[in-house]
């Protein structure tokens, strides 16, 4: 079955180290539909959070194509793991006087911020998971979104699990066997 | 004063076939020694235990070849960088131990593209070196400046630009280690200029302990015990011998396991020679042009044990008819094959001589003896009769089966790529581990003279023989100059039919006899060879091509023999691109 998959990447952090990620699953025709990159906890050890369709196997060879980097800690398949996943959005939309008190409405349902207004416009700002801020653009769209950004998804696992360089501690099994060539 | 740290402490586990210096030890020095980039990367080669590299010289590397000089290790001029890269190719399958070549910024590095991703495909430790243009330049489009480290990104097992001259040494040091280490693969080092200029001091390096690279090379025993009980309990067991196995030095163990198993082994094209292919259980090569009896073989076993390939197309033709009735036992050191090509029932990450010496203690010791009879009775007689009796022209079943006599199957055989290449495998009949050094995976056309120069720096004590079709020798025939040059005693194979052979061929079958641009001109080999100062022997007949040989053989410096075939001879069998190996199409009797 061809789904979004959501890996967690750490990486050591080195010049270079995104462009080999990217290049790699470019080279293995696998799609991002988004990437992020940023620090971890650990001093040196970039975190990548990607969002790549396919099925279990094209994952699971792709997956075992990143750990072949050299730069590669730990690559870890949460798709059906209890996780955070959220991503961040900033929208321009057009708000005029008669439909700003329903953008408001709307913003206020999904627990999106106004950050910025002018007599025309309002930027929304909203954090949640990639299906709410969906919705949300869902509703706004017939007011007329003059700008669009999002962040792409980050995630995390809940409780007491913790994905770190060397593993994904705290009972649960690494999806793939640790082994790099 | 303080004493410098010996290496020896640290270093991670490696191959058991490294250079010289394999455990990594450096002698201690007193105190770091202030020498340029130039002369630490001297060192850092030397401390590997290199005795030669392969390379061409231009602008960002003069400061390196001024060092070059006063280097414990000899300098071998080819004539193209490509075929300092192949030649390095060849060296690293003829020894064991890691190639090096060396380029220059821009066109230099560019040059050794192909070699790298012929390297890459067939799993073959090289170390490049390149120069780059001085760090103050780079990302300005400077004279001669390439993204090496970006173009050879995906062709590379891993590669460095090198950021200051105290990381030159460590950098080489890692290099070398993942160049042989796990599943090798050539690495490429980009230095800048003004890094060769620099000084700093030279501290011998130790090998970086490197969290993200950790090969498996002990397998899961469970693993192994599966894959054992699987044998021990088929009927129709057949083993599929990889590169792997000779890579590892495994083919002593090997021999054991065949002998104890009773399994019959088929070959890959790079597998050929970690068995010898008189043993009795040896059947030939398998794939696209495998032998009849051994694609029957394919179809029919029940247990199919893949030992150290990766399951290439042109081994396995239509995955999804590939070994239809097998239960497959995958062993591979790189975790990323297993799955990747073809279902696998049990797998096994590991060294393949790790994994066949554990896998010895649990397999029993069986025959196959019927099974082994039916194979036999599926072999094409009749295309082995009709190629035996073609007198009008010297035939190259005939010529690749004496090459193997007159050699007594010892000498070292470097191929080029087309159809003299698969006449080779088919027919040479390989009986040693590492005489045999074909492009299998990239099937690099040119590969032949360059591998053949550097088999024989590696190897002086072996015979060593190329094997080339008209076309591929027309892409490499300068290295001629530096088989001169370096006095070498290579023998040149020329199997000549006027054509780019194999692509006629497909357009012979594939495309109506459309013989589009696959004519090809050749020089006149034999005056050719004495234009370069080398020996060259035509052979029209039959009957002159054992005696020509055995004059080459004798003969010191290159030599190079001329023999002209049928110009429409063909490869048989064939499996048609994108067909099951079932569908081979068997030899057609007007062609002979
Ligand atoms: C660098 C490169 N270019 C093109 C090819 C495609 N190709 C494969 S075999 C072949 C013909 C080789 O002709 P020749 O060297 O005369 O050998 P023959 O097949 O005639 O024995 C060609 C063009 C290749 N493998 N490598
Ligand atoms: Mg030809």
Known sequence: MNRPHLLVVMVEDHPGVLNRVVSLLRRRSINIDSITVGHSEQPGVSRITLVVPGTDDDIEQATKQLYKLLEVLKVTDVTDLPVVSHEMALIKVSAKAQHRQEILLIAQMFNARVIDASPNTLLLEMTGPEDQVDSLLAMLRSFGIRELVRTGSIAMTRGNQQISGKGLHNGVAPTVAVGAN | ?592
Not at chain 2, 224 to 232: H, K, P, S, Y
Request: charged share 20%.
């Open chain 2, 1 to 592: 004063m303080s004493t410098t740290k010996t290496a020896s402490s640290s270093v991670l586990p490696g191959k058991a076939v490294t250079n010289g210096n394999s455990n990594g030890t450096v002698s201690p020095r007193t105190s770091p020694e202030t020498l340029t980039g130039s002369q630490i990367t001297c060192r850092a080669l030397e401390a590997e235990g290199v005795d030669v590299v392969f390379g061409y010289p231009g602008g960002a590397v003069i400061p390196l070849y001024d060092a070059l000089p006063s280097a414990g290790f000899h300098h071998v001029l080819t004539r193209f960088e490509q075929w300092a890269a192949l030649a390095a190719d060849g060296y690293a399958r003829a020894t064991g131990k890691v190639g090096v070549c060396i380029a220059t910024s821009g066109p230099g590095a560019t040059n050794l593209v192909t070699g790298l991703a012929n390297s890459q495909l067939d799993s073959i430790p090289v170390v490049a070196i390149t120069g780059q243009v001085g760090q103050a330049m780079i990302g300005l489009d400077a004279f001669q400046e390439t993204d090496i480290t970006g173009i050879t990104l995906p062709i590379t097992k891993h590669n460095y630009l090198v950021q200051s001259v105290e990381d030159i040494a460590p950098t080489i040091r890692e290099a070398f280690y993942l160049a042989r280490s796990g599943r090798p693969g050539p690495v490429l080092v980009d230095i800048p200029k003004n890094l060769f200029q620099a000084s700093g001091k030279y501290v011998p390096a130790a090998v970086r302990e490197r969290r993200g690279y950790q090969p498996t090379t002990t397998p899961n025993q469970r693993q192994v015990r599966m894959a054992a009980e699987l044998l021990n309990n088929a009927k129709r067991p057949l083993i599929m011998a990889g590169h792997g196995i000779l890579i590892s030095g495994a083919e002593d163990s090997f021999a054991k396991l065949v002998d104890q198993t009773g399994v019959p082994v088929i070959f890959t094209l790079l597998g050929q020679g970690s068995l010898p292919e008189s043993h009795p259980q040896a059947l030939g090569l398998m794939g696209m042009h495998g032998h009849r009896h051994v694609n029957r073989a394919l179809e029919e076993c029940d247990v199919l044990v893949n030992i150290g390939a990766r399951f290439d197309d042109r081994a396995t033709g239509k995955v999804a008819e590939f070994a239809p009735k097998a239960k497959v036992v995958h062993v591979d050191i790189d975790p990323a094959e297993i799955g990747k090509n073809v279902h696998t029932d049990v797998p096994v990450v590991g060294d393949a001589r790790q994994v066949i010496n554990v896998m010895l203690q649990e397999v029993e010791p069986r025959s196959h003896d019927a099974w082994l009879a039916w194979i036999d009775s599926q072999r094409d007689t009749a295309l082995e009769a009709a190629l035996e009796d073609r007198p009008d022209w010297p035939e190259p079943y005939t010529i690749i089966k004496a090459l193997g006599q007159a050699t007594s199957h010892d000498a070292i055989f470097t191929t080029d790529v087309g159809q003299h290449q698969m006449w080779a495998a088919q027919h040479l009949g390989l009986e040693r581990p590492n005489r045999w050094l074909t492009s299998g995976g990239l099937g690099t056309m040119g590969y032949g003279l360059p591998s053949a120069v550097g088999a024989k720096i590696g190897r002086p004590d072996l015979e060593v023989w190329t094997i080339v079709g008209d076309g591929g020798f027309q892409m490499s025939l300068n290295e001629l100059a530096t088989c001169v040059q370096e006095k070498l005693d290579v023998r040149i194979a020329v199997i000549n039919n006027g054509y780019l052979g194999m692509v006629r061929q497909w357009q012979d079958l594939f495309h109506a006899k459309n013989y589009s641009e696959v004519e090809i001109y050749g020089p006149d080999f034999v005056k050719l060879a004495e234009a370069y100062g080398a020996t060259g022997f035509r052979v029209t007949k039959d009957s002159e091509i054992l005696p020509t040989i055995q004059k080459a053989r004798e003969t010191a410096g290159p030599v190079v023999i001329d023999f002209v075939i049928e110009p429409e001879a063909n490869v048989w069998p064939i499996v048609p691109p994108g067909a099951s190996n079932s569908d081979m199409m068997l030899h057609r009797f007007e062609d002979h």
